[in-house]
């Protein structure tokens, strides 16, 4: 299933492709149904280490804050988090935009890199550590 307008499957927009181990965690209903066929990906029911993309959903910033240690901590060293919010315009009530999750993360030594749009209530921005705190690679 496409999500936003490149029609782009929304797996490969989130780097949910080949035998990636991968997380969703807080997603909200229909998600299943949004994301769609994975493919050969392994995706683990609960946040386990290590994985290559974490998948999160937010609307308070204090939640964002509290479990950013323990994503950081269960991503691969070449791994992603992408953290969704929801758009303005979806009527969906968030404290979470861009600019806090770069007011909150930018300072942990990992840097957004990459947003998406995963449909018409979420968008997400994809966070990566900086080049020069990768170290190690892989599990396999």
Not at 8 to 20: F, M, S, V
Not at 100 to 117: P, Q, S
Request: proline share 5%.
């Amino acid at each position: 299933m496409s999500a936003g307008y490149s029609g782009t499957p929304l797996p490969k927009k989130l780097g949910i492709t080949g035998d990636a181990v991968f997380t969703v965690l807080h997603a909200p209903s229909g998600f299943e149904a949004t994301l769609g066929d994975v493919g050969e990906a392994v995706r683990q029911q609960h946040l386990a280490l290590p994985v290559d993309v974490v998948v999160t959903f937010h609307t308070t910033r204090a939640a964002l804050v509290a479990e950013w240690p323990k994503l950081t901590a269960a991503a691969e060293p070449d791994g992603a988090i992408w953290v969704c919010w929801p758009k303005k315009t979806s009527g969906v009530a968030s404290e979470i935009t861009e600019d806090v999750l770069r007011a909150e993360l930018l300072r942990t030594g990992w840097v957004d890199n990459k947003v998406c749009a995963v449909d018409d209530t979420w968008s997400a921005l994809r966070f990566v550590q900086r080049k020069e705190h990768r170290r190690g690679s892989k599990r396999r």
